[in-house]
């Protein structure tokens, strides 16, 4: 800054356009954040009618049975005598 004092107008001026710059600033934040909560919702509905794709196919077609694990009765270890 100089050393010079400013005078009342301008001054004022300043004001005004550190004003105008904030309020554009904040205009655009604005836009930004609108951009992004749509692209979450999309984002978000996507991913829904995907879930929901694959509960209707995972309804349409029967569990397979699962064969249990840990029904081994002697892994090898453990019991043996030497």
């Given at each position: 800054?100089?050393?010079?004092?400013?005078?009342?107008?301008?001054?004022?001026?300043?004001?005004?356009?550190?004003?105008?710059?904030?309020?554009?600033?904040?205009?655009k934040?604005?836009?930004?954040?609108?951009?992004?909560?749509?692209?979450?919702?999309k984002?978000?509905?996507?991913?829904?009618?995907l879930?929901?794709?694959?509960?209707?196919?995972?309804?349409?077609?029967?569990?397979?049975?699962?064969?249990k694990?840990?029904?081994?009765?002697?892994?090898?270890?453990?019991?043996?005598?030497?």
């Amino acid at each position: 800054m100089s050393d010079e004092e400013k005078s009342a107008a301008e001054l004022k001026e300043i004001r005004l356009n550190r004003k105008l710059a904030q309020n554009a600033e904040g205009i655009k934040a604005m836009a930004d954040i609108a951009a992004a909560d749509l692209a979450i919702r999309k984002r978000t509905a996507h991913l829904r009618a995907l879930r929901l794709a694959k509960e209707a196919a995972d309804r349409d077609k029967p569990a397979e049975p699962r064969s249990k694990a840990g029904s081994k009765k002697n892994s090898g270890k453990g019991n043996r005598l030497e």
